[in-house]
């Protein structure tokens, strides 16, 4: 990673929803770009490699937080406001999603999805919107999946979590982007790699899974975008996925 001096006045980078895979990525570019980052976590304790990596860079830090409490959404950012600076770009990256029929699947099971996929990127996209209002710039980013546009069956959890935050994303842009905040929605159609998979795929070509550094790379553009020609929606795809 190139060493960066973080530049206070471009605010910090929150990830909420950050593991091994693209979460990690995320925070990897956006520090590599001269942001200091907060990293959201449920249980952030196996993550601390991960700030390691990024410390002596730019600040960075592991916060716990359930996504889906309100109190604990507002700490996280009063502690960014107060430990690193006001955030200017801020990732919804939380999902969980349990596979199975609709028979099958219990209510506690469908309201844990539900809460995770969307009520918490409500919670969390409030909580960035008062202070960039307030500002009159920022960027707030939501993770989607192929879900965001179409239920499959067995997917009744991820789908229904992800339609709502892509209606959320479109509201949001709606109301925020005039008052100087960028919103978009990013449809990730397609899988993730990652490196415990690296046998299960290792017939086919390098670049047949989509690559965590790459998506992280579409995020830092949008968030670069000059407001003159902001996108709302973009969907990323391998080039050998079919749609």
């Given at each position: 990673m190139?060493?960066?001096?973080?530049?206070?006045?471009?605010?910090?980078?929150?990830?909420?929803?950050?593991?091994?895979?693209?979460?990690?990525?995320?925070?990897?570019?956006?520090?590599a770009?001269?942001?200091?980052?907060?990293?959201a976590?449920?249980d952030p304790?196996?993550?601390?490699?991960?700030?390691?990596?990024?410390?002596?860079?730019?600040p960075?830090?592991l916060?716990?937080?359930?996504?889906?409490?309100?109190?604990?959404?507002?700490a996280?950012?009063?502690?960014?406001e107060?430990?690193?600076?006001p955030?200017?770009l801020?990732?919804?990256?939380?999902?969980?999603?349990?596979r199975?029929d609709?028979l099958?699947?219990?209510?506690?099971?469908f309201?844990?999805?539900?809460?995770?996929?969307?009520?918490g990127?409500?919670?969390?996209a409030r909580?960035?919107?008062?202070?960039?209002?307030?500002?009159?710039r920022g960027?707030?980013?939501?993770?989607?999946?192929?879900a965001?546009?179409?239920?499959?069956?067995?997917?009744?959890?991820?789908?229904?979590?992800?339609?709502?935050?892509?209606?959320?994303a479109?509201?949001?842009?709606?109301?925020?982007?005039?008052?100087?905040v960028?919103?978009?929605?990013?449809?990730?159609?397609g899988q993730?790699?990652a490196?415990?998979?690296?046998?299960?795929?290792?017939?086919?070509?390098?670049?047949?899974?989509l690559?965590?550094?790459?998506?992280?790379?579409?995020?830092?553009?949008?968030?670069?975008?000059?407001?003159?020609?902001?996108?709302?929606?973009?969907?990323?795809?391998?080039?050998?996925?079919?749609?």
């Open positions: 190139r060493e960066h001096s973080a530049r206070p006045e471009r605010g910090s980078a929150v990830v909420v929803g950050v593991g091994p895979g693209l979460g990690a990525a995320l925070a990897r570019r956006f520090a770009d001269g942001l200091p980052v907060a990293m976590a449920r304790s196996d993550l601390e490699w991960l700030r390691d990596e990024l410390t002596g860079h730019v960075a830090r916060v716990a937080c359930d996504a889906t409490e309100p109190e604990q959404v507002d996280l950012f009063a502690e960014v107060r430990e690193l600076a955030p200017g801020v990732v919804y990256n939380a999902g969980a999603f349990v199975g609709v099958e699947t219990t209510p506690e099971e309201l844990r999805c539900w809460r995770v996929g969307c009520y990127g409500f919670l969390v909580a960035a919107a008062r202070g960039m209002v307030e500002r009159g960027t707030i980013l939501f993770t989607g999946a192929t965001s546009l179409r239920g499959s069956a067995g997917f009744v959890n991820l789908a229904v979590g992800k339609f709502g935050l892509r209606a959320l479109q509201s949001l842009a709606r109301e925020l982007g005039p008052k100087g960028h919103v978009a929605h990013v449809v990730i159609d993730i790699a490196p415990e998979r690296a046998d299960a795929v290792s017939r086919k070509p390098p670049d047949a899974l690559s965590p550094d790459a998506i992280a790379a579409e995020y830092a553009r949008l968030h670069a975008q000059r407001r003159s020609a902001w996108t709302f929606e973009l969907d990323l795809r391998p080039w050998v996925e079919r749609f």
